[in-house]
């Protein structure tokens, strides 16, 4: 099967800041910066990414858990009216996953959080500026640009795993990295699959090519965000000159899997 030349320059565009994004979170592992404060840091704002965060569906702007229950709850009485009953199904089933997500680094919180200290809530949970950057962002281009807006929001959402895939890394280490890598591995399946399925379906949009040229700079501003978001996170273990370097490719892409894709043969 001959890949599609537009999919493949889109993917040339991303996959340079997807390996941005996994090294910021491979430098952190071995970084001086790194201490248990900065480790509840960031389980913590992922935590807050699981359940309140952006998401990229049409339901979920009040957070990827509570406000797909609300909605769920709200179109109910639509369900094979105005929304197919399968559509309902992918979304209850995507609101269980998610809050497997959140469970899974809330307990590793938990886990290592100082005695005495009180367990993680939801209802506790705060963002942090780059998130609320680029959350603003993302929907702004929902706003202006419609379906080529979702795509691209749904194209970036994740970072081709790049949390997950560094975190996964650490299998078999003792102690909080195992956690972590554990923690990880729950969610890496679910959001590497969505994602395949996400860019896949792109081919299924007959874009033409002044909407490809316009995804090509929605992706490139969300994933810069992304990056400076990742990396606030992590308590800045990239520093602003060589998130420049990313930025002007100087980085190895990833190397993007058509094959589970989809897309090759």
């Avoid at 979920?60 to 406000?67: E, I, P, Q």
């Avoid at 269980?96 to 809330?106: D, P, R, T």
Wanted: charged share 25%; with cysteine; hydrophobic share 40%.
């Amino acid at each position: 099967m001959a890949i599609d030349a537009r999919l493949q320059r889109l993917i040339a565009v991303v996959a340079p800041y997807w390996a941005g994004e996994g090294e910021v979170v491979r430098t952190y592992w071995t970084s001086p910066k790194r201490t248990r404060e900065t480790d509840l840091l960031w389980l913590e704002r992922q935590s807050f990414k699981e359940f309140w965060g952006s998401g990229v569906g049409k339901y979920d702007r009040g957070g990827v858990f509570l406000g797909v229950a609300k909605s769920v709850v709200a179109n109910a009485d639509k369900i094979d009216v105005t929304i197919d009953r399968h559509e309902m199904l992918d979304i209850v089933e995507g609101l269980k996953a998610e809050f497997m997500h959140y469970c899974a680094f809330a307990d590793v919180h938990d886990e290592i959080r100082p005695a005495g200290t009180p367990r993680l809530n939801p209802q506790g949970l705060k963002s942090w500026p780059e998130d609320d950057v680029l959350t603003a962002l993302r929907y702004r281009h929902q706003d202006q640009h419609g379906d080529i807006g979702m795509r691209a929001c749904k194209l970036t959402e994740g970072g081709y795993c790049g949390l997950f895939r560094e975190g996964m890394a650490m299998r078999g280490k003792p102690g909080i990295d195992g956690k972590i890598a554990e923690a990880c591995a729950v969610v890496h399946d679910d959001e590497f699959v969505h994602m395949m399925g996400g860019i896949a379906n792109i081919l299924n949009e007959d874009l033409d090519n002044a909407n490809w040229k316009l995804l090509g700079e929605l992706v490139t501003a969300q994933m810069q965000l992304r990056i400076h978001m990742r990396n606030a996170q992590f308590s800045l273990p990239l520093s602003e000159a060589r998130i420049a370097a990313i930025f002007r490719g100087e980085i190895e892409p990833i190397a993007f899997d058509y094959k589970r894709a989809g897309l090759a043969a």
